[in-house]
């Protein structure tokens, strides 16, 4: 027994070195395996805070992503907005230019229209001015004609006058130059009765033919007062119709 105890006294102090040796293995590989966990922990670790980093940045971004969606929702809301009352004035603008166009034609007719009047206007104006001239004229000759009426309206009275006159003489000279003729009248008769009664019978003849004469005259005086009388005077322009008033019928 001594000699194995001290046989076990031999073999420790044989293996003490390797004994030492294996104890100090397993503590450096202890502290070798404890820093290589620890190493692996602080990698883990600096990972985990990268990770956490990079989380935290794309919160930031994702809030920031987010404030900017709603941003560009409040600027499409405000677009579509727009659009609507774009849209909407758009067609109102065609509604004022579909008015506008209709005016312009209403326009249009109606300057073509006041054309047609215009032209209507003139025609009948120089018509005036034709008709305003011939009473002008007709004027002009107006005192000359009422004298020349008078005149010759005398003149044709005194000439019958005179006529019946010199007619009632010849009469009685031709009465008288008859009795004369027979021979047997009671009467004053000589052949003066009869050189009377020519000669009133030949100034008879001559005022019959100055009476033809003078009423020829006295009539063309009468026509041309008459010609005067029955000229049409010039309608005022507000009772002559225009060519739009003849032709419009609507209410």
């Not at 009948?124 to 002009?140: A, E, M, V």
């Not at 019946?164 to 009795?179: D, G, N, P, R």
């Amino acid at each position: 027994m001594a000699a194995a105890f001290l046989w076990g006294m031999d073999m420790t102090s044989a293996n003490k070195k390797g004994a030492l040796l294996f104890v100090g293995g397993l503590v450096l590989g202890g502290l070798v395996t404890n820093n290589h966990w620890s190493s692996i922990g602080n990698v883990a670790q600096h990972e985990l805070d990268s990770v956490k980093d990079e989380l935290a940045q794309s919160e930031t971004k994702l809030s920031s992503a987010q404030q900017q969606m709603e941003e560009l929702q409040t600027v499409l809301s405000e677009k579509e907005i727009n659009a609507a009352a774009h849209a909407e004035l758009l067609v109102k603008n065609k509604e004022q230019i579909d008015s506008l166009r209709s005016t312009v034609d209403e326009l249009t007719a109606k300057s073509s229209q006041g054309a047609v009047n215009i032209q209507s206007l003139e025609e009948q104006n120089n018509l005036q001015r034709d008709t305003i001239s011939k009473l002008t004229s007709r004027l002009k000759n107006t005192d000359v004609l009422y004298a020349d009426r008078y005149r010759l309206t005398r003149a044709v009275s005194d000439l019958n006058e005179q006529i019946l006159k010199v007619s009632h003489k010849a009469e009685t000279s031709q009465k008288a130059c008859e009795e004369f003729k027979k021979g047997n009248s009671w009467n004053w008769v000589s052949e003066k009765d009869c050189k009377d009664f020519n000669e009133y019978r030949q100034q008879s003849n001559q005022l019959m033919s100055e009476f033809d004469d003078t009423s020829a005259d006295l009539d063309k005086v009468k026509r041309e007062l008459s010609a005067f009388g029955n000229l049409p005077y010039p309608a005022p322009l507000d009772d002559q119709k225009l060519a739009t008033e003849e032709r419009d019928t609507t209410p």
